[in-house]
Nanobody, 119 residues
Framework: QVQLVESGGGSVQAGGSLRLSCAAS????????MGWFRQAPGKEREFVAA????????SYADSVKGRFTISSDNGKDTVYLQMNSLKPEDTAVYYC????????????WGQGTQVTVSS
């Protein structure tokens, strides 16, 4: 099994930056992809960014393209989400998740980390 733990959330003013980390442990070799999702109060959880291996490639929601960057270390131990030019509408709980079955479904989730952007 894979376990995921997020960190790096916090409060920042609009225009600022934060870097989220997602530390993976367990059967990390079984991960096909890892993604970041977010959920704002009263809204549904939405996709933010994902990274897939073999070959390595990334994807982003239109709302964060050009501002957020997803990356990983060589061993899949940690996936990062660098968030720049933050906006108040980026305020949400951010979750990392993993597809460990290769079926494009994120079946393992972290506990989430709060990001608050003030205007």
């Amino acid at each position: 099994q894979v376990q995921l733990v997020e960190s790096g959330g916090g409060s920042v003013q609009a225009g600022g930056s934060l870097r989220l980390s997602c530390a993976a442990s367990g059967r990390i070799f079984s991960m096909y992809a890892m993604g970041w999702f977010r959920q704002a109060p009263g809204k549904e959880r939405e996709f933010v960014a994902a990274i897939k291996w073999s070959p390595i490639r990334s994807s982003y929601a239109d709302s964060v393209k050009g501002r957020f960057t997803i990356s990983s270390d060589n061993g899949k131990d940690t996936v990062y989400l660098q968030m720049n030019s933050l906006k108040p509408e980026d305020t949400a709980v951010y979750y990392c998740a993993s597809d460990t079955r290769g079926d494009y479904i994120y079946n393992v989730w972290g506990q989430g980390t709060q990001v608050t952007v003030s205007s």
